[in-house]
């Protein structure tokens, strides 16, 4: 559900849409996000005969491990949540992965509803049921596929952000519009906050939902074109130390290193690659490589990465815009020859 002002809403759908709910539930979110919205969440739980328990964890990526998921299990124990209870992720993505691993892990799998904060988490990490927390090798190592009971977007909350946290978001924009919607790339140099903002998020909510619904688990290869930009985005945050950069902005020099290899590995015209190039800037995110982080350090953090199986790199690029496909022919060298050329 994608709409502005809907939050207050959220008891309410819950009960018409999920009636098999259990009365208790927990709102999982961080100490930012909490303040803000928290209230309006619980009264709306409240109000439909729910009995929400409020979980605060620290803001930011370090709340994405497994001491961080122990320490929300014990508070949901604590609240005597049971199987037939529900968890709220109310929060970015950081939330909504912690939230729903924890979900996925209690009792052996609870319900999750889903309410992101942030652009990156209505469009892409609240919506298809991967869920994760990191592990010192790596991000995301540790996780299940959990689906949401209900993902309900109000783009409203989108008016709080910081204008960092705000173009983040446009990195996981630009990857949909590479791999499944040129014409919405290419109208993203007219984009207006106040305007189009909830249509925005619903066509990619669209675009993520049609990806996912063809291959929810992964198998087939069509879910893994949303990993475009992420091989290198993944280790960037990992090489630089979880925090460093958003995950929207290690995601902004890994389309750039994507989009390199298209063109030398995948025929992409030089046109197109300067049209993803020319987005980025447009909301200033950098697809420069700091010199500080070394090729060598990004190579064996890619190495540790999901998307590196049997010695060979999953390396998702474009032919064309508006469309990706899994490459398996991408060498160690070709990518050094793209990290060299966003530095």
Request: net charge negative; with cysteine; aromatic share 4%.
């Amino acid at each position: 559900m994608v709409g502005r002002g809907n939050l207050p809403d959220l008891g309410a759908e819950l009960r018409a849409r999920l009636p098999a709910l259990g009365q208790r539930c927990a709102i999982v979110t961080d100490e930012h996000v909490g303040p803000r919205f928290g209230s309006t969440v619980r009264e709306s739980l409240q109000g439909a005969g729910y009995d929400p328990a409020l979980v605060e964890v620290p803001a930011g990526e370090s709340s994405k491990s497994l001491s961080a998921a122990e320490r929300v299990c014990e508070q949901l124990i604590a609240h005597g949540l049971d199987r037939r209870s529900f968890l709220v992720a109310l929060g970015g993505g950081v939330t909504g992965d912690l939230a729903g691993f924890v979900a996925a892990i209690y009792h052996r799998g609870i319900p999750i509803v889903q309410v992101p904060t942030t652009i990156v988490a209505q469009v892409d990490s609240s919506v298809g049921g991967k869920t994760a927390v990191n592990a010192a090798g790596g991000k995301n190592l540790l996780g299940a596929f959990h689906p949401p009971a209900l993902v309900l977007a109000d783009v409203a909350t989108l008016d709080t952000l910081p204008e960092r946290q705000f173009r983040e978001g446009f990195a996981e924009i630009i990857k949909h519009g590479v791999i499944a919607d040129r014409s919405m790339l290419e109208s993203l140099k007219h984009f207006d906050r106040k305007r189009d903002i909830e249509a925005l998020i619903r066509r990619n909510v669209e675009i993520k939902v049609n990806i996912v619904s063809e291959d929810e688990f992964e198998t087939t290869g069509g879910r893994a074109t949303l990993n475009f930009g992420h091989t290198l985005g993944h280790a960037i945050e990992a090489a630089a130390g979880y925090g460093r950069f958003t995950h929207g902005e290690a995601v902004a020099i890994g389309l750039a290193v994507a989009i390199h290899l298209s063109v030398a590995k995948a025929g992409l015209t030089g046109d197109e690659r300067d049209l993803v190039l020319s987005c980025l800037e447009h909301f200033q995110l950098s697809g420069r490589l700091p010199a500080d982080l070394t090729t060598d350090a990004l190579l064996a953090a890619m190495r540790r990465d999901k998307k590196f199986e049997a010695g060979a790199i999953r390396f998702i690029l474009t032919r064309r815009l508006g469309s990706g496909f899994v490459a398996t022919d991408v060498t160690e060298p070709d990518i050094v020859r793209a990290i060299d050329a966003v530095r």
